[in-house]
C-alpha cells in the first residue's frame, strides 16, 4: 500500500513539473490577423473539374487606414497551374488573366500592380492568412470608388470568370 502511495505521489510530482505554461499562453490573440481574416475572400476557376485558377484577396484599407488611404489596395494572391515557364508573364501579367474591379458604368483596370517577390522579408505577407508557396502574390492598387457600397473584384480568364465581394470601408 505505501508503495502505491509512494508511486502515485512520484509520478504526480514528475507530470505536474512537466506544465509550464497554459494554452491561453499558446494561442495568444492577433488582432490584426483575426482582422486580415474577416478582410480576405477566396475563390477558384474550375473548368472540366480542374482548377484552372485560385485567386485569394485581403482588403487592405481597414487593415491600415493611415498607409493606405489614397485609393483601394488589395493584397491578391494568385495561382495559376502551368504558369511558370516565364516569371514575367505569370500570374497577373498573364495574358489570358484579367484581374478588374466591377465600376458603375465599366470595369476598372489596376492603377498598379506591385509582386512580391521576396516572401519571407515582407512583413505585410508575414501578416496575412490564407498564404501557400505556389501562389504569387501582389498589393493591387485601385482608384478611389466613392461611391460604392461593395467593392467587386474580377478576375476573368478563357475559361470563365470569378468574383470577390468586400465591404467598403469609408
Request: aromatic share 14%.
Amino acid at each position: 500500500m505505501i508503495k502505491k502511495i509512494g508511486l502515485f505521489v512520484v509520478a504526480a510530482f514528475v507530470l505536474s513539473g512537466c506544465q509550464t505554461y497554459g494554452a491561453f499562453e499558446i494561442f495568444k490573440k492577433d488582432d490584426l490577423y483575426e482582422r486580415a481574416l474577416l478582410q480576405t475572400k477566396n475563390k477558384q476557376i474550375i473548368n472540366s473539374l480542374e482548377t484552372k485558377a485560385k485567386i485569394t484577396a485581403t482588403y487592405l484599407n481597414p487593415l491600415y487606414p493611415s498607409t493606405y488611404k489614397d485609393g483601394e489596395h488589395f493584397f491578391v494572391g494568385v495561382y495559376i497551374p502551368d504558369d511558370y515557364d516565364k516569371k514575367e508573364s505569370a500570374g497577373l501579367f498573364n495574358k489570358d488573366y484579367k484581374l478588374l474591379m466591377r465600376g458603375v458604368k465599366e470595369d476598372i483596370a489596376p492603377l498598379s500592380i506591385s509582386e512580391i517577390t521576396k516572401k519571407k522579408q515582407s512583413e505585410l505577407y508575414q501578416m496575412m492568412p490564407h498564404t501557400d508557396n505556389w501562389s504569387k502574390y501582389y498589393v493591387v492598387s485601385f482608384p478611389k470608388q466613392a461611391d460604392a457600397a461593395n467593392l467587386t473584384l474580377l478576375l476573368k480568364t478563357l475559361y470563365g470568370e470569378t468574383s470577390l465581394d468586400f465591404p467598403k470601408v469609408w
